[in-house]
Structures are given as structure tokens and as C-alpha cells.
């Protein structure tokens, strides 16, 4: 905005000097404009014009090219689906997914929890402990992980030494058991 309103102001000014026939050659006009703005640069790291030209302006000590303002974008990460496949034409599984997180064999997604490995020397010993601990997404979540990673990913593992194989089955809710209830013993 600063520099906005800067080169206004220089610009009024130099066609004030024009129009009152001081300086009848622009290019000159420009390159006195120029000196005084390196000079003032120069002296005092911040950039200040004389009351004559278009008052005072600070702005931090930069470099002239620096002055124009850029929007600064931060790129989020983001999760891509990708429905089809430039070479086969077929959907791509989502590496980022596959990475982070684990489908248990009845349709459950698990991930770690976030900052487990970070910065351990100042976290208590309680919250170590918590973070050692996996976390499950909820329903929502798994759909749209399993929308975002193929068949081969969906379809269950069986695994030599696999850590995970107590939770791979989830027998005491209806839907996912897959062995029959036990009967209660009959009364007598």
C-alpha cells in the first residue's frame, strides 16, 4: 500500500514538474527521481523522499526489487484421489494413504498419533505413553479411505508375525462376528 501511494505521489510529482515546464525531458525527470530515492536509501535504510518530491514514506531496508509486494501461498498437503490412470486407465491407489495409516481386516482404518516422534526430550512420560497408542478413524473417514486406495488394498492380509491379529477381528459386535454366538447353558 506504502509503495503504492509512493510511486502515485512521484509520478504526481514529476507531472507537476512537467507541467511547469522545469524539466521539459522525461527521461531526465525519472533519473532525478531515481538519485534522490538511492541517496535517501543509502543514508538512512529507510526510504524517504524530501518534503518537496511527496513527503516521507518509511519502509523497511530492503533491496528496490523486494518492495513490490508478493502474496505469500503456503501449499497445503493435500490427499488426491486419482479416478483414473494416465497408463491404464484404471484408479491409482493414494500412497499417502497406504503410508499412514492401517485397514484392519472388517473395514477399520487405524492411524498413529499426530507429533509422536517430535520433540519426545520435553513431553512427560504420560504423554509418551499416550502417544504410543493408535487411533481409529470414524466412519466417514474409512469411507473415504477405502474410496482413495484399490482392491488389493481392501482385501484382508494374512501376515506371518502380524502385530495387529488381535484386532483384526471384531467378534463381539453383530454386524462384523463372524462365528456363531454360544448358547447359553439351559436352565434347570
Known amino acids: 500500500m506504502m509503495?503504492?501511494?509512493f510511486v502515485f505521489q512521484g509520478l504526481r510529482k514529476a507531472g507537476q514538474l512537467m507541467a511547469s515546464k522545469t524539466l521539459t525531458n522525461p527521461s531526465r525527470t525519472v533519473s532525478i527521481l531515481a538519485n534522490q530515492l538511492q541517496q535517501n536509501l543509502t543514508s538512512n535504510n529507510t526510504l524517504s523522499l524530501s518534503p518537496s518530491l511527496c513527503g516521507t514514506v518509511p519502509v523497511k531496508p530492503l533491496n528496490l526489487l523486494s518492495r513490490i509486494p508478493t502474496p505469500v501461498m503456503f501449499e497445503q498437503r493435500r490427499t488426491l484421489l486419482n479416478k483414473y490412470s494416465l497408463y491404464t486407465g484404471r484408479r491409482v491407489t493414494n500412497e499417502e494413504v497406504v503410508k499412514r495409516f492401517f485397514r484392519l481386516n472388517w473395514g477399520m482404518w487405524i492411524r498413529v498419533k499426530a507429533g509422536r516422534e517430535k520433540r519426545l526430550w520435553r513431553k512427560t512420560g504420560?504423554?509418551?505413553k499416550r502417544l504410543r497408542y493408535h487411533v481409529m478413524c470414524n466412519a466417514t473417514q474409512c469411507t473415504l479411505l477405502d474410496k482413495m486406495v484399490t482392491k488389493f488394498w481392501r482385501r484382508e492380509r494374512f501376515l506371518v508375525n502380524d502385530?495387529?491379529?488381535p484386532y483384526h477381528k471384531r467378534e463381539n459386535f453383530?454386524?462384523?462376528?463372524?462365528?456363531p454366538l454360544d448358547l447359553p447353558p439351559p436352565r434347570q
Open 126 to 128: 504420560k504423554n509418551r
Open 174 to 179: 453383530v454386524y462384523t462376528r463372524k462365528a
Open 3 to 5: 509503495i503504492r501511494s
Open 163 to 165: 502385530p495387529y491379529a
